[in-house]
Every structure is written in C-alpha cells, then in structure tokens.
C-alpha cells in the first residue's frame, strides 16, 4: 500500500520525480480523479508545463482517467491559469502538471473541478489520496477517448476583452519568464497591443539554467532589475514556472509590493462595480483595506491560501482578491488566480496616464514591510504560546488567531506567525509605520521566536 502524505499537500500533489512520483502512481491518480469526479463530468482537461517529466505524467495521469471510462481533453503546453481558462470556459474538472517554481526534479499536479473550483485536502485531495493508498478499483466499461485542444488563443482573447488597453500610450516592458510558462503564453497574450516586450530567458527549459522561477525570492530578479534599468523600460515584469503568478518592477528596478498591486486592481475593479468586495489574506497590507474602504469596497479579510481565499469569493460574490504572494483572483476568471490578468490592469493603468509607475503605485504603498522571515524552531505551538504570552501582557494590544498569531499593536505596527504546515519553520511578516519601526519590532518578536 502506497504512503502518499509526503506528496499530498494541502492544495496540490508535488514530489521528486522517480522517487516520489512515477508512471504508475500518477496513473492510479487520474484514475482516482476520475472516480472522484464522475458524478459531475463526464470529461476531464489536462495540461502541462515545460518540466522533461511533464508529458510523460500527464499521459500516464490521462490513462488513468480514460481507464475509467471518462474521456481526456489535452490541451497541452499551457501555464497554470490557461488550463483554468480551459476549465471555466469548456466547463470540464482539470488537471495542471506542474510544480510550479520548484526545482527541476520535481514535478507535481494541481486540480480543479468544473469551472476552475479548487481541489485541495477538504474537497477532494484526501479522497483522492485515500483510494489510490487502498488500491483503485478497476472499470468494467468502455475506456474514454483523448481529444486535443488548442486553447491557447482563446485565452488570449479572454484575457484582452477583460482589460482594454486600446488606449494605452506605447509603453516598453521588460518580461523575465524564467525559461518557464510566461515565455509560452506572453507572445500570444501581447500581440497586437501598444507595448514593446523586451524577453528574458522566454525558452521553455524545465531545468531552469538562467535562475529559479521563483520571483518571490529577490535574488531571482536581479536580471530583470538590471535589464529594466538598461533598456530605460516603463515597467519589468517576472513570472513563475507556471505563470500564474506575476512580480512587477517599476521604471527604477524597484520591486512594487503585491499588496500595492492588489490595492492598484481593487480600484480598477471596484470602478466597474461600485460597492464590491474584495479579498485580501491577512499578511496583506493593511493599506489595502483602508484604500479598497475609502473606493467604496466592502474589504474582507481571509487565512492564507487560494482554496480559503476562493472559498469566500464564492460566499461573499467578491470581485477580486489579492494575496502577498503575488496570487491575483478575478470573479471574471472564474474565481481563478491569474498573474496574467493583474499584469495587464497594471500596464492598462500606467498606460492611462503619462506619470511612471513608481509614482503611480506610491498612492497605494503606505507603510513599510519585513517581508516573510523564516525561522526554525523546534516547537511550533511552544514558540507560538511565548509570543502570545509576551505581547498578550502589553496594554491596548489585539490578537487574533485567524491563521496563526496576528498582533495589532497601539501605535499602528502589526505582525504575523504562521507555522509552515510542511517544515519546522515560523513565519513571521511585520508591518509599520517605516522601516526603522519595522527593523524594531522584527527584533522583538525574534528574540522571542529563536529564543
């Protein structure tokens, strides 16, 4: 009997290939999909990004499904919000291959239902998890058929009629796709609009030779940053491996907060539908709230993660969501993240007036942040319980524990501890005034953490 927990996280299934993930098991778990789904669909759409192991598993994954008597639609090298496109849009459960900003060895399986819903471990990972370490059960019936469909212009164009950027000035934007999916999908998304692409590292390589496809990390931007400053752009943009996150960079090279690109989208959004809600995790920003509150919008705060911040989406009709980690979710993409999408509101919005992007996004960047800071600590809720203790004895302090620690202090800073569900790590982000009150109370909670 297969033990899979290693694999199954909470939103998706990742490993190393050959050792954790192979041919077989990744038949047994299109299989298991496929049973999960049945009563709803009686096809699935599969994609797969630029890894060598990706049409290999995503065959072996489509196998499984047809052996169950459900038919495959591939739409083949696609990034992770395209096969959301091809889900919303054809109405079929879907399955991303892919491990998005991991290393070349891994490799991995994101999966939704029918228009684009989540999968994670409470809607249908666990199950799928379950009957795959109890062994499939075999289908007595006919085997589904594989169609291919090429989805990639339709997205596109989806994509376009949602953002009008007709009356842009010509602006020149530097893109790092990090040899992963942007360089697949940029070409075709910009083609034909008042903005000179500039390409970095656009070849579709799976053992990523120019730098991890990881944006979130900072030394992974540093050639964009260059480049940007080199060419005299308007604007740098850098996707993940799978692109369907997006960092953007301004006229200096200077990284702009997520949460300044959340707030930018949110008043964007909020113009066509005055009054709705938006999402924002609880690490973003607490300028975002204000700014979406003073537009009109109803500001509503959520855990980290997409099923949790797609979830609320579904209960609340919000608009738009945005979390510190470069995910964007748009209602009009099916509830779906799509760094794509907030790239275009940007450079629709700086190309709407004549000012550069740093002074556009300045409006929306109020205090100074920490950034995440990992520590490793060997007792999780014990290191946890003292910060609670220290801060909970301070007079006019608030604490919640929607995810996590978060503490509001008097004087306007906050921060948050998180543990990390996979390793032994706290994760702390802090907020204040500036950076000086920043760099203070990082110190203090530190002290607390590291012991």
């Keep these: 009997m297969p033990d899979l927990s290693g694999i199954v996280k909470a939103y998706d299934i990742r490993g190393v290939v050959g050792e954790q993930l192979d041919v077989a098991l990744v038949r047994d778990l299109g299989s298991a999909f496929a049973l999960l789904i049945k009563p709803e669909s009686d096809a699935i759409v599969i994609g797969h990004d630029m890894r060598d192991s990706s049409p290999e598993l995503s065959a072996a994954f489509a196998d499984g499904v047809t052996s169950q008597g459900l ?180 006229e200096r090279g200077e990284p702009v907060s997520p949460s300044a690109i959340t707030a930018l989208v949110a008043i964007r959004e909020l113009e066509k539908e005055p009054g709705g809600t938006i999402i ?55 509830r779906a993240d799509t760094g794509m999408l907030a790239a275009l509101h940007v450079l629709a919005a700086l190309g709407e007036q004549t000012g550069p992007l740093s002074e556009l996004t300045a409006e929306y960047s109020r205090y100074a942040a920490s950034g995440e800071i990992n520590s490793t600590v060997d007792d999780q809720v014990a290191r946890m319980m003292a910060v609670k203790d220290a801060f909970g004895a301070r007079d006019g302090v608030e604490i919640d524990e929607l995810d996590g620690l978060t503490v509001q202090l008097p004087g306007g800073g906050w921060f948050n501890l998180r543990p990390s569900n996979t390793e032994p790590l706290l994760r702390l982000n802090v907020e204040a005034a500036d950076a000086e009150a920043v760099r203070a109370l990082t110190e203090d909670v530190l002290a607390i953490v590291r012991g």
Excluded at 129 to 144: H, S
């Design 71 to 250: 038919d495959v639609v591939t739409i083949g090298l696609a990034s992770t919000d395209q096969l959301y496109f091809a889900s919303g849009s054809l109405n079929l459960p879907g399955a991303m291959f892919t491990a998005s900003h991991n290393p070349a060895e891994y490799n991995g399986i994101k999966l939704c239902r029918s228009g684009a819903a989540p999968v994670g471990q409470d809607s249908g990972l666990a199950e799928i998890r379950d009957t795959v370490e109890q062994g499939v059960p075999a289908f007595a019936g006919q085997r589904g058929s594989v169609t291919e469909k090429d989805v990639l212009a339709d997205y596109a164009a989806y994509l376009r009629k949602l953002v009008d950027l007709s009356g842009s000035r010509p602006l020149k934007v530097v893109v790092d796709a990090g040899n992963g999916m942007g360089g697949h999908t940029v070409p075709t998304v910009f083609a034909g609009l008042p903005i000179e692409i500039v390409p970095m590292y656009f070849e579709l390589d799976g053992s990523f030779p120019n730098h991890e496809a990881n944006p979130l990390d900072p030394k992974n931007i540093v050639d964009l940053q260059a480049k940007v400053r080199e060419e005299g752009a308007d604007a740098g943009l850098a996707f993940d491996g799978d692109a369907d996150r997006c960092f953007v960079v301004d």
């Design 280 to 334: 924002h995790n609880l690490i973003t920003s607490k300028g975002v709230p204000e700014i979406v509150a003073e537009h009109g919008g109803k500001p509503v705060r959520t855990r980290v993660g997409h099923s949790f911040i797609k979830a609320e989406m579904a209960k609340t009709g919000a608009i738009f969501g945005g979390e510190h980690s470069a995910h964007y979710y748009f209602r009009d993409f099916w």
